[in-house]
């Protein structure tokens, strides 16, 4: 093919008197000069898709690279997100069984705080019971203590009572059987022990 420029202008002539060899020689100087114009530009536009090519390489390595970076990053997030993921399960499942314990542990709270409350009810009626126990207890040992204080004092009473008249009988048959002497005796010291008695008892009012 010609580049522009560099064909004769139409209509021109040999010039007089050159030969065919030399017209020629001619033609074949400019198809070669064009031919190593347009072999340059090939080879340029050779080493231009090379470089082309050498890039389109080099961002396809690239983006292969930035596509496995990309993947091993991704695979890394889901593995962390997974990992995360069980974490809160298991934390989820933990505070559920610890709620469970302390409902547990509630409801048993309630229902030591129930027994207690009937256990406290029962021995406040056990306590009742007891002091009134205690009570008539106390009432019916007053009670006998006096009936025996009473009983015992009557006894008392009925046995000096007996003694004294047994006491008195036995003297008044020693006095009957004593001599008329000793009768005399005995009645003579009674008077005067009678009247030393009054003696004392006056010397002691004076």
Do not use: M
Not at 49 to 57: F, K, P
Not at 123 to 133: C, F, H, K, W, Y
Not at 164 to 193: I, S
């Amino acid at each position: 093919s010609s580049s522009p420029g560099s064909s004769s202008s139409p209509g021109s002539s040999s010039s007089p008197g050159s030969s065919p060899a030399s017209e020629l020689e001619q033609k074949i100087q400019e198809v070669s000069t064009r031919y190593e114009a347009e072999k340059s530009v090939v080879s340029e536009l050779i080493a231009e898709a090379e470089e082309r090519s050498l890039e389109v390489a080099q961002l396809r390595k690239a983006l292969a690279s930035d596509d496995e970076r990309h993947r091993q990053e991704l695979a890394c997030e889901r593995a962390i997100a997974k990992a995360q993921i069980a974490e809160r399960d298991y934390e989820a499942r933990r505070l559920e069984s610890a709620a469970q314990r302390l409902r547990y542990q509630r409801d048993q709270v309630a229902q030591l705080e129930r027994e207690n409350s009937e256990f406290q009810k029962e021995l406040r009626e056990i306590t009742d019971r007891r002091n009134a126990v205690s009570r008539d207890h106390a009432e019916a040992t007053h009670a006998t203590q006096s009936a025996v204080v009473h009983l015992r004092g009557h006894l008392e009473a009925s046995f000096k009572r007996s003694l004294g008249d047994n006491v008195r009988g036995h003297y008044a048959a020693a006095f009957r059987k004593l001599p008329p002497r000793d009768k005399e005796a005995l009645l003579t010291h009674a008077r005067l022990q009678e009247e030393e008695t009054l003696q004392h008892v006056g010397i002691t009012a004076v």
